[in-house]
């Protein structure tokens, strides 16, 4: 039977007792030194507490959108059966706004499609990815397909790239079947440095318009919204002697905990974008 809280407590004390005499007996070697005062913890200060709260976001993320692929499946819903190419043409043909016509944003991409021939599947590698021989022509604009179980229904689900011409963005997409559906749950449109999978999470990583920083985006699964959702968006030093790109301000500066939200794009990350400033 395992003693009581008082007798744990009474035991406790005797045993700081004897441990102390014995340190006092052995002058201060090996005996505690102190670290010095401990800084007062402060919570946060709510500002403007008068002002009445939003009762609606001030932008649409599209965070948790999704988009059905049309006339794209694959036998069992085996996702590594699913052509990238075939992916990518569903998506040009379901936004003609953004894709086709004199005035489209990306018509360079819908032009340089006929780069990538009518598609194959290619070898799956080692890693978890599959380019296609024409997904890797020279000038299609479409990247290697990558391969993991990012929803954790111990299937896998594929993260999908293309770019976005005549510009300098990329297209990050992921799908996964719902219901014998092939189903767009994550699209992303910005200027990409990186994309990692790290767990279930998707993280890109973009310029700033400052210089030594960079965008992190970090998108996770959400089992509710059956999305992937903008779980962090911050900007982060990534070394060098970076310099300030303005001058500062003449008023107080408040400490913000994230960095400021910017609007998105009328195409998702995965059904919005991050647009940044510059």
Known sequence: MSPSRPARATAGAVAAVAAALLLGGCGDSGGLVSAGTTPTASGPTRLWPGEPPASSPAYDYGEAETEVVRGVKAPGEDIHEVDP???????????????????????????????????DKGEEGDKGQKGGTDAGRAGCPVLTAYYRDLTGDGRDDMVLGFRLLPGNQTAVRMY???????????????????????????????????????????????????????????????????????????????????????????????????????
Do not use: N
Request: hydrophobic share 40%.
């Open 176 to 278: 996964t079947f719902q219901a014998d559906r092939l189903v767009q749950v994550l699209a992303s449109d910005d200027a990409v440095l990186a994309v990692e999978l790290a767990g279930r999470t998707v993280i890109i990583r973009s310029p700033a318009a400052i210089v030594g920083y960079e965008y992190r985006t970090q998108w996770t699964w959400d089992e509710d919204q059956l999305a992937m959702l903008l779980t962090r968006d911050e900007i982060l030093r990534v070394g060098g002697s970076a310099k300030p790109s303005r001058s500062p301000s003449a008023t107080p500066a408040l400490s913000p905990s994230a960095s400021p939200s910017r609007s998105p794009s009328s195409v998702p990350p995965s059904a919005s974008s991050s647009v940044r400033p510059g």
């Open 85 to 119: 190419l075939a992916v990518v043409r569903a998506e040009i043909a379901a936004h003609p706004e953004m894709y086709s016509g004199s005035g489209a944003v990306y018509g360079g991409t819908t032009a340089r499609m006929a780069d990538c021939g009518q598609g």
